[in-house]
Every structure is written in structure tokens, then in C-alpha cells.
């Protein structure tokens, strides 16, 4: 499969706890992003990490990349009720026209 | 800026049937996409547009489906005939000079075929 896989497929956490999710690829990219989809919603884009870097922050979230290991972790920090929703990497893989997107991972944040 | 504009948000079908999905991209974006979404399958490309000119169709599923963009402001996704398997939400989104930058999204068509 060309998609990405994330990992965990479901978490659950209290609110205010952090909330770390990871994604694995299998071939070259030149960009990694990170979306969310709230229930019954479009997907929004959360972030965009290029090939050549590591780790990149934006507000509460912080994505890393190791193109080594062909994996990415998004990570929301002290996270809310609100952030309850599916969380899915897409990937630009080198050469394709297009992007992949993974099989999602779902987050509840429990009150 | 209005985003992307999908239509119907629901829509619920007989089998046989002809149905037709509608987008209007954000204006001055040159790329248009159709994904079509499933527990099973995930987030599936099935079309992309360039300029309105489509570039890249392999993802559409048979002949019963088949996509138009007859201006920049204008998209239709079209089943015919319709089936149960199609049962989906099909979303569209658009982008601004890149294939694989920001992807901006509709809220989505859930169709359901019985």
C-alpha cells in the first residue's frame, strides 16, 4: 500500500495530558503534513514538514520527522476536549503527483 | 474567504439512480481533487484537475463514474448508475500551484446508495 499507516488507531487521554501519534511511510517524500477531521467534517491541515527537516512547531503541536526510519510523530501538548477528533498524515511522496494519506488515528480527550 | 463548497452534504439514493456531486473550489486555486472516503479503504484520490484540464484519473473506480471541471469555479463528480458499494463521502479539495502542498477541503457529500 502507498498509504501511510498511523499508530495508534485510537487513544483515548484525559484533558490537559499530551497526546502523541506516529506515522510510517514507505517510500521518499518531500513533504510530510498532518490533518484533522473533526466527526462529520472535511479535513483541515494542521502542519507541513519538508524532507530536509526535523521538527516543526505550531502552537501546541509539534511534528517530528525521521526520513531514516521513514516516520513522523505529531505530538499536542496539554490537549482539550476540542481536539477530539481523527488525525491523519499525508505524505508527498517524491516523484508522485499527489498526496497519500494514511489510515487516520482516533483521539478522544476526555473532559 | 468562502472555502470550498460542496453540495448536496447528504444525499440518499436508490440503486440505478443518477447522481451528481457538486464543488466549487476556492477561488484562485489551480488544482481540484475528488476523494472519496470509506472505514474500509480510508481516503481514496479518485481525480485531480489542473487549471480544469483533468490530469490524473486512475483512481476512478469503473465507468460509472466520471468527473467534469468546465471552469475554474465549477466541479462535478457524476454516478451512473449508482450503486450500494458506492455508499461513501466523497470530498473535494483544492490547492494553489502545487499537487502536494495544502490540501483545503469541503466538508464533504455523504452518499448513501440502497
Known amino acids: 500500500s502507498q498509504q501511510g499507516e498511523e499508530d495508534p488507531q485510537a487513544l483515548s487521554i484525559q484533558e490537559g495530558e499530551n497526546a502523541t501519534m506516529n506515522c510510517s511511510y514507505k517510500?521518499?517524500?518531500?513533504?510530510l503534513q498532518w490533518y484533522r477531521q473533526n466527526s462529520g467534517r472535511g479535513l483541515v491541515h494542521l502542519i507541513l514538514i519538508r524532507s530536509n527537516e526535523r521538527e516543526k512547531h505550531s502552537g501546541r503541536l509539534r511534528v517530528t520527522l525521521d526520513t531514516s526510519k521513514k516516520s513522523s510523530s505529531l505530538l499536542i501538548t496539554a490537549s482539550r476536549a476540542a481536539d477530539t477528533a481523527s488525525y491523519f498524515c499525508a505524505t508527498g511522496k517524491t516523484g508522485a503527483n499527489n498526496l497519500f494519506f494514511g489510515t487516520g488515528t482516533r483521539l478522544t480527550v476526555i473532559p | 474567504d468562502a472555502g470550498v463548497i460542496q453540495s448536496p452534504r447528504h444525499e440518499v439514493t436508490e440503486m440505478g439512480q443518477e447522481v451528481t456531486l457538486r464543488c466549487k473550489p476556492i477561488s484562485g486555486h489551480d488544482y481540484l481533487f475528488w476523494y472519496r472516503q470509506t472505514m474500509m479503504r480510508g481516503l481514496e484520490l479518485l481525480i485531480y484537475f489542473n487549471n480544469n484540464v483533468p490530469i490524473d484519473d486512475s483512481g476512478m473506480p469503473e465507468d460509472r463514474f466520471s468527473a467534469k471541471m468546465p471552469n475554474a469555479s465549477f466541479s462535478t463528480l457524476k454516478i451512473q448508475p449508482s450503486e450500494p458499494r458506492d455508499s461513501a463521502v466523497y470530498f473535494c479539495?483544492?490547492?494553489?500551484?502545487?499537487?502536494?502542498?495544502?490540501?483545503?477541503f469541503g466538508e464533504g457529500s455523504r452518499l448513501t446508495v440502497l
Open positions: 479539495a483544492s490547492s494553489f500551484k502545487r499537487t502536494t502542498g495544502e490540501l483545503f
Open positions: 517510500t521518499s517524500i518531500n513533504n
